[in-house]
C-alpha cells in the first residue's frame, strides 16, 4: 500500500508540474478572457464569434483533420484509431439511451427531450478537437475517428427531431435521407478525415520504409511514402498545419465572444440549468472513463491512453450549436437551450483544466497503455 501511495503522489506532483499542461490550461483560460472582455467592452464587432466559426469549420479544422494523419504509423496507433471509431458508435447509441433514463425525472416533456439532445451532443468539432490537439496532440487521430459517429448520430438525430408532430409528416422520404447523408458525410471535416485516415492507414503496406519501392522517396533525410505529404510535399504540410493550429485560438476567442453576449444572471436563475450544466459535465466524462475501463479489462481489446484523453474531453465540453440551434429554429424551449449553452460553457472551462490534470496523471501513472 506504501508504494501504491509513494506511485500516485509521485504521478500527482509530476502531474501538477508539467509545464506542458500549465500552459495548455492557461492559453485557453487566458484567450477565452480575451473574447469575453472585449465583445462586452464592444470592441468586437457582433457577428465576430460566427465569423471565426465559419473560418474554424471550413478551412482550420479540416486541415487539422488532415494533417495530423501525415505522420508515421504503427499498428498500436492504428488499432487504437479504430477502437475509437467503433467505440463512437457504440457509446453514441448507449448515451442516447441513457440520456432518457437520466432526464425522465423532468416532467415538462419538451425541456426533458431538449436536455436529452444537449446531453448527448456537445460541441465535439468545435470545442473539443482543438483542445485535444492543443493539449493532447498525439490523441487528436482519436478524437478525429470517434468525431465520425458523432456527425452521423448528431444529424440523423436532428433530422428526425425536426419534423412535424403528425403521424405522416414522421416518415423521411429519399430526398430527406439523401440530404441527411450529405449534410453528414459531404462536409470538409469528415471528407478531409477519410482522406487522411486512409493515406495514413496505406502506411502499413510492407515496404513502404524500402527506398527500392517506387512508392517511397527519400526526401530531406526522410524516407517514406510519397502520398506522405510531409515528406514528399513538405511546403504543402506546413501551411496546412498552420491553418490548423489556427482552430483552438479561433475557438477560444469565439467561445469568448459568445460567453460575452448573454445574460449570465438570468441564465443562472433557473435551477434546472444548473443540473443539466452538472450532469452534462461532470457524469458523461465519468461514465466515458468507467465504460472505457472495462472495456479495457475484455481480453484482445487494447484502449490506449489516446482514446482515453480524446473521448473524455469530448464529453466534457458544452452542448453541440446544432442542437441549440435545433431549439431555437423548432421553438422548442429556446430560451432554456440557449441558458443552457452558456452555463454549461461556464462549468466547462472550469472543470476542463480539471480534467486536464486528471488525464495527465493517468497517463503519468500508466493505467491505459
Not at 471550413?58 to 467503433?86: E, G, H, K, N, R
Not at 502520398?227 to 483552438?248: C, D, F, H, Q, R
Not at 472550469?350 to 488525464?359: G, K, Q, R, S
Amino acid at each position: 500500500m506504501y508504494f501504491l501511495s509513494s506511485s500516485i503522489g509521485d504521478n500527482v506532483i509530476s502531474a501538477l508540474s508539467s509545464n506542458g499542461l500549465w500552459t495548455a490550461v492557461c492559453k485557453s483560460v487566458i484567450i477565452i478572457l480575451i473574447g469575453f472582455f472585449l465583445t462586452k467592452a464592444k470592441i468586437l464587432p457582433e457577428n465576430t464569434g460566427k465569423s471565426l466559426t465559419k473560418v474554424v469549420m471550413t478551412i482550420a479544422l479540416p486541415c487539422l483533420a488532415f494533417s495530423s494523419f501525415m505522420t508515421s504509423i504503427s499498428t498500436a496507433t492504428f488499432q487504437s484509431a479504430i477502437v475509437s471509431f467503433i467505440y463512437g458508435f457504440v457509446v453514441y447509441i448507449l448515451f442516447i439511451f441513457l440520456s432518457k433514463l437520466i432526464f425522465l425525472p423532468v416532467k415538462n416533456p419538451t425541456k426533458r427531450i431538449v436536455l436529452e439532445v444537449l446531453f448527448t451532443f456537445g460541441s465535439t468539432t468545435f470545442f473539443g478537437q482543438p483542445l485535444i490537439s492543443a493539449v493532447f496532440p498525439s490523441a487528436i487521430n482519436d478524437s478525429n475517428m470517434f468525431n465520425v459517429a458523432y456527425r452521423v448520430f448528431l444529424y440523423s438525430y436532428y433530422v428526425i427531431c425536426n419534423k412535424n408532430e403528425n403521424e405522416e409528416s414522421k416518415k423521411l422520404d429519399s430526398k430527406q435521407i439523401l440530404k441527411m447523408v450529405k449534410t453528414i458525410f459531404v462536409n470538409p471535416i469528415i471528407i478531409a478525415t477519410f482522406i487522411g485516415f486512409i493515406l495514413w492507414s496505406l502506411q502499413l503496406i510492407p515496404g513502404t520504409d524500402d527506398i527500392n519501392n517506387w512508392w517511397v522517396i527519400n526526401f530531406n533525410n526522410k524516407t517514406g511514402a510519397f502520398w506522405n505529404i510531409s515528406i514528399s510535399l513538405p511546403w504543402i504540410y506546413e501551411t496546412m498545419k498552420t491553418l490548423g493550429n489556427l482552430a483552438s485560438p479561433m475557438v477560444w476567442i469565439a467561445i469568448g465572444c459568445t460567453l460575452g453576449k448573454v445574460s449570465f444572471k438570468k441564465a443562472a436563475g433557473d435551477s434546472l440549468v444548473w443540473i443539466y450544466s452538472g450532469v452534462k459535465v461532470l457524469v458523461g466524462p465519468i461514465l466515458n472513463f468507467a465504460l472505457l475501463f472495462l472495456i479495457n479489462l475484455i481480453p484482445g481489446i487494447n484502449v490506449t491512453f489516446n482514446t482515453l484523453a480524446a473521448t473524455t474531453l469530448m464529453w466534457a465540453v458544452p452542448p453541440a450549436t446544432v442542437a441549440v440551434t435545433y431549439c431555437i429554429n423548432s421553438d422548442k424551449e429556446a430560451e432554456f437551450a440557449s441558458s443552457c449553452s452558456l452555463i454549461s460553457t461556464f462549468v466547462s472551462v472550469v472543470f476542463i483544466p480539471v480534467y486536464m490534470i486528471l488525464l495527465t496523471i493517468i497517463q503519468s501513472a500508466g493505467l491505459f497503455a
